[in-house]
């Protein structure tokens, strides 16, 4: 079972199947299931599996060649961003700010299109708990084939996942969502049929490379009578290096991935009449 500190699993200590993730003192990073017996090579030296199984997080060794190298479990950020995908990732950054803006919250029920590589759906799945839903739409079997083996590694019992082959832009199955969240190159497409899914107040959020994008998916949004509240921003994410007394910000970061689009379903536009939008006679200036 692997141990991506998933809700089902708190241990702190490696087990066989599990993932470790070894650290050197550069802060390169290497990542590997542990299988009794095996070894994994690198230009560091040889690390035996046998040498991190039964041993607590935070553990540290010397490899066969003397390099330290410090071992913890990978967190889902970690994961996600060194599965083996055929998508391009929706990176951690992003994916921190689809939950919060998406308001993802235990027990809901959250329509994913498209599934790409699992990672997003990990993160939903997650965050729903086992008391919710994730319903994922993928057009491309092998997308979907792909990603239920790397959702499967990260949480082996996610029940709460149901993935399905369709193409939301033809329409949705699915009624009384909460969220629905799209990684898809047309979101715009979704709109009408989102409007029927979704609960009164329920989110839909988008994310997309390109501004042209956000511009057709939010004129989409503002020219239906059933969304309001239309919100776009990107997040950019800049580390910093802190070494002693020499601290600037790193050479290299994560800059634009994407964009993130919310919209709440509301409540059609009140339309007053036409004669109550009129200026009364009360109202009308004296003539001289």
């Given at each position: 079972m692997v141990n991506i500190h998933t809700s089902r699993d708190l241990t702190h200590t490696f087990q066989e199947g599990d993932y470790a993730l070894v650290i050197d003192r550069r802060q390169r990073r290497y990542?590997?299931?542990?299988?009794?017996r095996q070894k994994y090579s690198t230009h560091l030296g040889i690390v035996p599996h046998d040498e991190l199984i039964g041993k607590e997080e935070g553990y540290r060794f010397a490899t066969s060649a003397g390099h330290v190298l410090l071992a913890v479990k990978p967190t889902l950020a970690d994961f996600t961003?060194?599965?083996?995908?055929?998508?391009?990732?929706?990176?951690?950054?992003?994916m921190g700010t689809i939950l919060v803006l998406g308001d993802i919250f235990p027990g809901a029920r959250v329509l994913e299109?498209?599934?790409?590589?699992?990672?997003?759906?990990?993160?939903?799945?997650?965050a729903v708990g086992d008391t919710g839903k994730v319903i994922t739409y993928d057009v491309r079997q092998d997308m979907q084939d792909k990603a239920k083996k790397n959702l499967a590694s990260i949480m082996p019992n996610a029940t709460?996942?149901?993935f399905k082959i369709?193409?939301?832009y033809e329409g949705i199955e699915e009624s009384s969502l909460d969220r629905i969240v799209l990684d898809?190159?047309?979101?715009?497409k979704v709109v009408p049929h989102a409007a029927k899914a979704l609960v009164p107040g329920g989110i839909i959020l988008s994310f997309v490379p390109?501004?042209?994008?956000v511009h057709d998916f939010t004129h989409a949004l503002?020219?239906?009578?059933?969304?309001?509240?239309?919100e776009t921003v990107e997040t950019l994410m800049r580390p910093w290096a802190v070494a002693g007394r020499a601290i600037r910000p790193s050479l290299r970061m994560v800059g634009h991935t994407g964009f993130i689009t919310t919209a709440r379903r509301v409540a059609p536009r009140l339309r007053l009449p036409e004669e109550a939008a009129e200026t009364s006679p009360e109202e009308q200036p004296e003539s001289e």
């Open positions: 990542m590997f299931k542990l299988i009794p961003k060194r599965m083996p995908r055929i998508a391009t990732p929706v990176y951690p950054k992003d299109a498209g599934t790409g590589s699992g990672a997003v759906t990990a993160v939903l799945a997650r709460q996942v149901t369709g193409d939301v898809l190159p047309d979101p715009l390109t501004v042209l994008q503002q020219d239906s009578d059933a969304f309001g509240m239309v």
